[in-house]
């Protein structure tokens, strides 16, 4: 079965400092890939996704993240975290073009101000 | 605003009984999705419409779980027989494309007790 794991289930960070979050995907084909964040109170929003071209994608609020075919990842990346990234961050993947999202379970970042 | 909205937010029913779900997507998505999600856990895929035909079920979705989308706009997702296992957030999601990128509503919470 198609799975997507998020190895962190939770980070605590200090503000300033630098974030990588890993999410790793099974294969199963072609993938369009997506990082969805979940504010406190609030619902999932998109982040950043990545359909094809160039692997390293920005999103908004200066996330990025990293296609690596290879590895089968698309880690997400924040140089500098600001107490307001404190969120639920998920991973999701989908197989072929298809309409359903495999997502992973998640990663909970805190961050001290 | 999200642009998609769910009701009721919440719904406490005792096990057994009936339970309805509504979602009404952005006008002009001709495609609904719905996910469930339990607690420490990513959404997991339930069903999906293009306009009013239902085109894809995950094994998911029991013969207690229906879902609807009568004229293409918005979809109710009925419980029959609720069960305790069925306690999650129920998201509805929409989209204008197939190829991800959902705009989220903000969930209804059920509890069956």
């Known amino acids: 079965a198609q799975s997507v794991s998020q190895h962190n289930h939770h980070v605590i960070l200090s503000e300033a400092a630098s974030l990588e979050l890993g999410c790793n995907y099974s294969?199963?084909?072609?993938?369009?890939l997506f990082w969805y964040v979940q504010y406190p109170g609030q619902h999932l929003q998109l982040l950043l996704k990545?359909?094809?071209?160039?692997?390293l994608v920005k999103g908004i609020k200066g996330f990025e993240a990293e296609f690596i075919k290879s590895k089968f990842s698309f880690n997400l990346r924040k140089p500098s975290v600001q107490w307001s990234d404190t969120a639920e961050y998920f991973c999701?993947?989908?197989?072929?073009?298809?309409?359903?999202?495999?997502f992973g379970g998640g990663t909970r970042l805190m961050v001290k101000p | 605003d999200t642009g998609v909205s769910q009701d009721p937010r919440h719904k406490i029913t005792k096990r057994g009984q009936n339970v309805t779900f509504r979602c009404d997507p952005i006008?002009?998505?001709?495609?609904l999705y719905w996910y469930r999600q339990t607690l420490g856990q990513g959404p997991e895929f339930l069903t999906y419409?293009?306009?009013?035909?239902?085109?894809?079920k995950s094994r998911l979705l029991s013969d207690r779980f229906s879902a609807e989308r009568p004229k293409g706009s918005f979809s109710t997702l009925e419980i029959q027989r609720t069960e305790q296992g069925d306690s999650a957030m129920y998201l509805c999601?929409?989209?204008?494309?197939?190829?991800?990128?959902?705009?989220f509503g903000s969930g209804t919470r059920l509890t069956v007790v």
């Open positions: 294969y199963g084909g072609t993938v369009n």
């Open positions: 990545y359909f094809s071209g160039d692997p």
């Open positions: 006008s002009e998505h001709n495609r």
């Open positions: 999701a993947v989908s197989y072929n073009a298809g309409n359903m999202l495999t």
């Open positions: 999601a929409s989209s204008a494309t197939g190829l991800g990128g959902y705009t």
């Open positions: 419409f293009q306009n009013e035909a239902q085109l894809e």
